[in-house]
């Protein structure tokens, strides 16, 4: 409809949609689209492939929308360069394509784990270069999908789990972690027996190096160019059944590392494998036992693999290979490969590794029974050639008898020059690869972390006081990202650190507060912040290492509850909607933990509400969802704090997903009241209609202040009050909605019962 529409920037949200089925492409293009659409009613759309392709600036919540019948999502948000809106409220049970969804979408990181992805039979390039996301997506059901070609390829900091994925019926894996240069995560346990295409998958995935032996190969067909460039891949693959192989072209190149014994596989079908091993600087393995029978070209097959050193096994494939029954034309074909190597000799199969295996001639310089001899008068030899070549006619050669610059050489000068930038981008790789890879790692830390990455980086060629630099600056990029985890919240320690600390059973975040921060020896007091360099840190910098990694969800909550209601009302949100293993990997932003109290409290240096706007959205959208803690349905603490309800607007205002839960004798209590009908839902409705935001209050009256200013400087105190109160009403909905089908359920399974028992009765 708007495709191509290239200034179009009109407001169209009050449209009424709710008779379309179809949107395919329908802003593919319009560049300059950024309008509020999330109200769209999209119950019946089925196509939304392409929808926002290449619309480059939009970037508005569509959390809202309801995707139950949409089939075909490929390419939705493909190019949409500033999107990074919260999906993770959509229903995607019926979609089958997710092909290029988020591809080129590069600021999208967003949780995408509650997808329903049982019936996705297409994944290809769903966020090849989608160069911000890095979101948990483990518990996905992938047993459908057949083609993963290029999924995470050219992602720069994905690095998640995924090795419970089903991938039995998957065919094709051609480049799936193509350049996903931070990839680095266990993928052995796959079911590989469907996959025919196996090609460049680990192409400059310059972190990748796990075990892969256990792979089922025996359907795979290419192999070419499958760890070209992985810097850092050195595991067993010997156990590969390769007999249906036929292209191996580049398999290893630059796989500087790999040296692992492959003699055995089968390589009957292989008809490419030129460059094979180029560059492969440590391989140094016998290869006496493969046959070469079906090889066509194996041109530049070892160039630049220094260490090799089994040449007469390579010599001798042209007799094992080719009997002497072959037909003339099989035999020409094997002498053609043999020329593609720059050989003249037919015994010789390639440039043999143990030239390459001694330092390079300098330029005017060639290789003679091992000696770097000058090239006679009127030839030249480019550095590092084995041979002297005849000057051009014309040509005058430069005084290191290099080559005389002629049009016929300028072609080979610019080879040169695309070789040196292949280099400089090797080097650049390498260094990101590292540097992603210290970044994940110092969420740990162990002992040795800091100085293994200083040694890579600097090896590198990485400045010492740029590595010192860039350490500082992700130390306090983590420390501003991280969330405590749900583990800890819950953990024996943290309830014991809270009652020592206070000498109360069951202390309110308010006696802690006093207790950590107020009390002799505040806690952080000695430990560097890394976020302003000085001493005093935040509580998140404090605890375990192994209780702090990046935000999952925003926690809104009061510090008038007692830790056992936090609990509590954490533990029924992990019983009645995740499993024990998603809750593992769930980190809150809970400003107990995550300000810097030590500047806030101890010092007062700072405030709460300090940059509120930017600071305050940033976290709430770097969540990406919300968890919040209601402590009763009776006249609620929780509704009469201005920062609950202004973080309850701001989620409403943002379509962050919002799950409200409560300690489990509240909720007994809701439940309760529900169930003395008409007038028990009443109650509960208008006790949480009460929201009255411009008297709503905060432990710091310049929090307090900040807040209600930004409140009545924009939307107004009715307006934000009567956003909450729907969000209220629609939640307590939802609550009477699941009682009643419970209830529902109930009686159905005790009338069965009943009736089963009548039925065994009259039989007896």
């Given at each position: 409809?708007?495709?191509?529409?290239?200034?179009?920037?009109?407001?169209?949200?009050?449209?009424?949609t709710?008779?379309?089925?179809?949107?395919?492409?329908?802003?593919?293009?319009?560049?300059?689209?950024?309008?509020?659409?999330?109200?769209?009613?999209?119950?019946?759309v089925?196509?939304?492939?392409?929808?926002?392709?290449?619309?480059?600036?939009?970037?508005h919540?569509?959390?809202?929308?309801?995707?139950?019948?949409?089939?075909?999502?490929?390419?939705?948000?493909?190019?949409?360069?500033?999107?990074?809106?919260?999906?993770?409220?959509?229903?995607?049970?019926?979609?089958?394509?997710?092909?290029?969804?988020?591809?080129?979408?590069?600021?999208?990181?967003?949780?995408?784990?509650?997808?329903?992805?049982?019936a996705v039979?297409?994944?290809?390039?769903?966020?090849?270069?989608?160069?911000?996301?890095?979101?948990?997506?483990?518990?996905?059901?992938?047993?459908?999908?057949?083609?993963?070609?290029?999924?995470?390829?050219?992602?720069?900091?994905?690095?998640?789990s995924?090795?419970?994925?089903?991938?039995?019926?998957?065919?094709?894996?051609?480049?799936?972690?193509e350049?996903?240069?931070a990839?680095?995560?266990?993928?052995?346990?796959?079911?590989?027996s469907?996959?025919?295409?196996?090609?460049?998958?680990?192409?400059?995935?310059s972190?990748?190096?796990?075990?892969?032996?256990?792979?089922?190969?025996?359907?795979?067909?290419?192999?070419?160019?499958?760890?070209?460039?992985?810097?850092?891949?050195?595991?067993?693959?010997?156990?590969?059944?390769?007999?249906?192989?036929?292209?191996?072209?580049?398999?290893?190149?630059?796989?500087?590392?790999?040296?692992?014994?492959?003699?055995?596989?089968?390589?009957?079908?292989?008809?490419?494998?030129?460059?094979?091993?180029?560059?492969?600087?440590?391989?140094?393995?016998?290869?006496?036992?493969?046959?070469?029978?079906?090889l066509?070209?194996?041109?530049?097959?070892?160039?630049?693999?220094?260490?090799f050193?089994h040449?007469?096994?390579?010599?001798?494939?042209?007799?094992?290979?080719?009997?002497?029954n072959?037909?003339?034309?099989?035999?020409?074909?094997?002498?053609?490969?043999?020329?593609?190597?720059?050989?003249?000799?037919?015994?010789r199969?390639?440039?043999?590794?143990?030239?390459?295996?001694?330092?390079p001639?300098?330029?005017?310089?060639?290789?003679?029974?091992?000696?770097?001899?000058?090239c006679?008068?009127?030839?030249?030899?480019?550095?590092?050639?084995?041979?002297?070549?005849?000057?051009?006619?014309?040509?005058?050669?430069?005084?290191d008898?290099?080559?005389?610059?002629?049009?016929?050489?300028?072609?080979?000068?610019?080879g040169?020059?695309?070789?040196?930038?292949?280099?400089?981008?090797?080097?650049?790789?390498?260094?990101?690869?590292?540097?992603?890879?210290?970044?994940?790692?110092?969420?740990?830390?162990?002992p040795?972390?800091?100085?293994?990455?200083?040694?890579r980086?600097?090896?590198l060629?990485?400045?010492?006081?740029?590595?010192?630099?860039?350490?500082?600056?992700m130390?306090?990029?983590?420390?501003?990202?991280?969330?405590?985890?749900?583990?800890?919240?819950?953990?024996?320690?943290?309830?014991?650190?809270?009652?020592?600390?206070?000498?109360?059973?069951?202390?309110?975040?308010?006696?802690?507060?006093?207790?950590?921060?107020?009390?002799?020896?505040?806690?952080?007091?000695?430990?560097?912040?890394?976020?302003?360099?000085?001493?005093?840190?935040?509580?998140?910098?404090?605890?375990?290492?192994?209780?702090?990694?990046?935000?999952t969800?925003?926690?809104?909550?009061?510090?008038?509850?007692?830790?056992?209601?936090?609990?509590?009302?954490?533990?029924?949100?992990?019983l009645?909607?995740?499993?024990a293993?998603?809750?593992q990997?769930m980190?809150?932003?809970?400003?107990?933990f995550?300000?810097?109290?030590?500047?806030i409290?101890?010092?007062?240096?700072?405030?709460g509400?300090?940059?509120?706007?930017?600071?305050?959205?940033?976290?709430?959208?770097?969540?990406?969802?919300?968890?919040?803690?209601?402590?009763?349905?009776?006249?609620p603490?929780?509704?009469?704090?201005?920062?609950?309800?202004?973080?309850?607007?701001?989620?409403?205002?943002l379509?962050?997903?919002?799950?409200?839960?409560?300690?489990e004798?509240?909720?007994?209590s809701?439940?309760?009241?529900?169930?003395?009908?008409?007038?028990?839902?009443?109650?509960?409705?208008?006790?949480?209609?009460?929201?009255?935001?411009?008297?709503?209050?905060?432990?710091?009256?310049?929090?307090?202040?900040?807040?209600?200013?930004?409140?009545?400087?924009?939307?107004?105190?009715?307006?934000?009050?009567t956003?909450?109160t729907?969000?209220?009403?629609?939640?307590?909905?939802?609550?009477?909605?699941?009682?009643?089908?419970?209830?529902?359920?109930?009686?159905?399974?005790?009338?069965?019962s009943?009736?089963?028992?009548?039925?065994l009765?009259?039989?007896?």
């Amino acid at each position: 409809m708007f495709s191509g529409a290239t200034v179009f920037n009109h407001p169209i949200g009050s449209w009424n949609t709710s008779a379309v089925t179809d949107m395919a492409f329908m802003f593919r293009g319009a560049v300059a689209f950024d309008q509020a659409i999330g109200s769209w009613s999209t119950s019946a759309v089925v196509k939304m492939r392409g929808m926002f392709y290449a619309a480059q600036v939009f970037n508005h919540p569509l959390a809202a929308w309801t995707t139950s019948s949409a089939v075909d999502m490929s390419s939705m948000f493909r190019k949409a360069y500033d999107f990074n809106q919260p999906l993770d409220s959509w229903n995607t049970s019926a979609v089958t394509n997710m092909k290029g969804m988020f591809a080129g979408a590069v600021s999208f990181n967003q949780p995408l784990a509650s997808w329903k992805t049982s019936a996705v039979t297409n994944m290809s390039f769903m966020f090849q270069k989608a160069f911000a996301f890095d979101g948990w997506i483990a518990c996905w059901d992938t047993s459908n999908v057949r083609d993963m070609q290029g999924m995470f390829s050219g992602t720069s900091v994905f690095n998640q789990s995924l090795s419970t994925w089903d991938t039995a019926k998957v065919i094709d894996m051609n480049g799936m972690f193509e350049k996903a240069i931070a990839f680095n995560q266990p993928v052995g346990e796959w079911d590989t027996s469907a996959v025919t295409d196996l090609s460049h998958m680990f192409h400059e995935a310059s972190s990748f190096n796990q075990p892969v032996s256990s792979w089922d190969t025996r359907s795979v067909k290419d192999m070419k160019s499958m760890f070209d460039g992985a810097h850092t891949f050195n595991q067993p693959v010997a156990s590969w059944n390769t007999a249906a192989v036929t292209n191996m072209h580049a398999m290893f190149r630059y796989a500087s590392v790999f040296n692992q014994p492959i003699g055995s596989w089968d390589m009957s079908a292989v008809v490419d494998a030129s460059y094979m091993f180029y560059g492969a600087a440590a391989f140094d393995q016998p290869l006496s036992s493969w046959n070469m029978s079906a090889l066509t070209d194996a041109s530049f097959m070892f160039q630049l693999a220094v260490s090799f050193s089994h040449t007469r096994d390579v010599e001798n494939w042209h007799s094992v290979s080719f009997p002497a029954n072959h037909t003339d034309a099989t035999h020409d074909l094997f002498q053609q490969a043999m020329d593609a190597a720059e050989s003249t000799n037919p015994d010789r199969f390639f440039p043999l590794a143990e030239d390459f295996a001694r330092p390079p001639c300098q330029t005017g310089n060639r290789p003679v029974a091992g000696v770097c001899t000058s090239c006679p008068t009127g030839q030249y030899a480019v550095a590092g050639e084995s041979q002297c070549q005849e000057c051009p006619k014309g040509a005058v050669p430069t005084p290191d008898q290099g080559y005389g610059v002629t049009l016929e050489l300028f072609s080979f000068m610019v080879g040169v020059l695309w070789w040196r930038a292949r280099k400089a981008a090797d080097l650049s790789a390498k260094i990101e690869a590292a540097k992603v890879q210290m970044y994940n790692d110092l969420w740990q830390e162990l002992p040795g972390t800091v100085a293994e990455y200083s040694a890579r980086l600097e090896k590198l060629g990485v400045d010492k006081a740029e590595v010192s630099k860039e350490l500082a600056s992700m130390r306090a990029r983590q420390s501003k990202s991280a969330g405590v985890s749900m583990r800890y919240l819950l953990s024996e320690e943290f309830t014991s650190l809270a009652r020592q600390r206070t000498g109360m059973s069951d202390p309110t975040f308010d006696d802690m507060k006093s207790a950590f921060w107020l009390a002799p020896e505040p806690i952080g007091e000695h430990i560097l912040c890394p976020r302003d360099g000085k001493m005093g840190c935040a509580l998140v910098d404090w605890i375990r290492k192994d209780e702090r990694r990046a935000q999952t969800h925003f926690l809104s909550w009061v510090w008038g509850y007692h830790i056992s209601q936090v609990q509590s009302a954490l533990r029924m949100y992990r019983l009645s909607a995740h499993s024990a293993l998603a809750a593992q990997d769930m980190f809150f932003f809970m400003c107990f933990f995550v300000n810097n109290q030590f500047r806030i409290i101890v010092e007062e240096t700072a405030a709460g509400s300090e940059n509120l706007e930017t600071i305050f959205e940033e976290n709430l959208k770097r969540s990406g969802q919300m968890v919040a803690i209601l402590d009763t349905w009776h006249q609620p603490v929780y509704l009469s704090r201005i920062w609950t309800v202004y973080e309850q607007f701001m989620a409403s205002t943002l379509a962050i997903p919002v799950t409200i839960v409560m300690p489990e004798s509240a909720m007994t209590s809701v439940q309760q009241q529900i169930s003395c009908g008409t007038q028990g839902i009443q109650d509960i409705t208008q006790s949480l209609s009460r929201v009255d935001s411009e008297h709503a209050g905060a432990w710091k009256k310049e929090d307090e202040t900040k807040v209600k200013g930004i409140i009545e400087g924009t939307v107004g105190f009715k307006h934000v009050n009567t956003h909450v109160t729907e969000v209220m009403v629609r939640w307590i909905g939802d609550v009477v909605k699941h009682q009643f089908h419970e209830l529902i359920q109930e009686a159905q399974h005790n009338q069965q019962s009943q009736d089963l028992n009548a039925q065994l009765g009259h039989k007896c």
